[in-house]
């Protein structure tokens, strides 16, 4: 019986990052970095705040995943870092919850964070998918701009003179935060190498009961995204999903899977497949 090998991921050698960026993203972080001295401000103050408190709750209260410790689960990270042309190969934790989710913190020390469920839910090319994010996160320059509006719901926050000024960047920032996992997508899709694990993993993410896994139907869940927007594309309606959109943390499953296939179907994916 002959053994079929997956053939092997390619190395994307050099990713242009404007031209994976989403426009939505990419047109507030143009405009951040147009302030003189503002992201190495951010890197020098907010971001030393905000990797030290990571790095202590890490620490304290995850399982720190290495050769040693997890090879496997190390040797994911090995491969989404070649593929990704990430020479520095961050740090990497687990987390006790069982939502398959991730993130990440840090930008000089850079830390990835995988949760329990993330792990036991999901497949190989799925993780990836879930590493190559993070990773694009890091890719696409977000890192100094999350942890500024990250640090404006940390305790000392709270105090008076800075709750003022949190108060008026939130709103605009928070948009712009759920815009950047467009962008995050992009690079976990150029990791994976496989738009049917991106779609399963979200998903998995949307709330898929673990019983129904062996049959996943991505056609369903793309034509939910596509009804999604045409039922809520009236003027009350569409009001009504923009509020909705506003005041969560995160881009919807749905429309994140809309907007992944839509540059899929563009014919960008591929283009940076074969210039590399």
């Excluded at 404007?18 to 992201?39: A, C």
């Excluded at 304290?60 to 994911?76: A, F, K, M, N």
């Amino acid at each position: 019986m002959l053994t079929i090998r997956k053939p092997m991921r390619k190395t994307l050698w050099h990713i242009d990052v404007d031209e994976v960026l989403h426009p939505d993203d990419k047109s507030v972080i143009d405009s951040l970095n147009l302030i003189p001295g503002f992201k190495s401000f951010l890197n020098k103050t907010v971001g030393n705040i905000r990797e030290a408190y990571c790095n202590v709750e890490a620490a304290g209260d995850g399982w720190l995943i290495t050769q040693q410790s997890s090879p496997e689960l190390y040797g994911r990270l090995q491969e989404a870092c070649r593929v990704l042309n990430v020479c520095d190969i961050p740090r990497f934790n687990s987390e006790w919850f069982y939502m398959p989710s991730s993130y990440s913190s840090g930008n000089d020390n850079f830390r990835i964070i995988i949760t329990s469920g993330a792990i036991d839910l999901l497949d190989e090319p799925e993780q990836m998918f879930f590493l190559g994010h993070e990773l694009g996160h890091k890719i696409c320059g977000h890192k100094p701009y999350q942890m500024l509006l990250e640090s404006l719901y940390l305790p000392m926050a709270d105090i008076a003179n800075v709750k003022i000024w949190s108060t008026i960047i939130k709103v605009p920032m928070l948009n712009w935060y759920r815009k950047s996992d467009f962008s995050a997508d992009r690079i976990g899709l150029l990791c994976c190498q496989d738009i049917n694990a991106a779609l399963r993993t979200m998903i998995k993410r949307a709330g898929l009961p673990k019983k129904c896994y062996n049959d996943i139907n991505i056609k369903a869940f793309l034509k939910q995204a596509q009804d999604f927007d045409d039922k809520y594309s009236g003027s009350m309606n569409k009001m009504a999903k923009e509020l909705s959109l506003r005041s969560s943390a995160f881009p919807w499953m749905v429309h994140r899977a809309a907007e992944l296939v839509k540059w899929y179907q563009s014919g960008e994916y591929q283009r940076i497949i074969k210039q590399n």
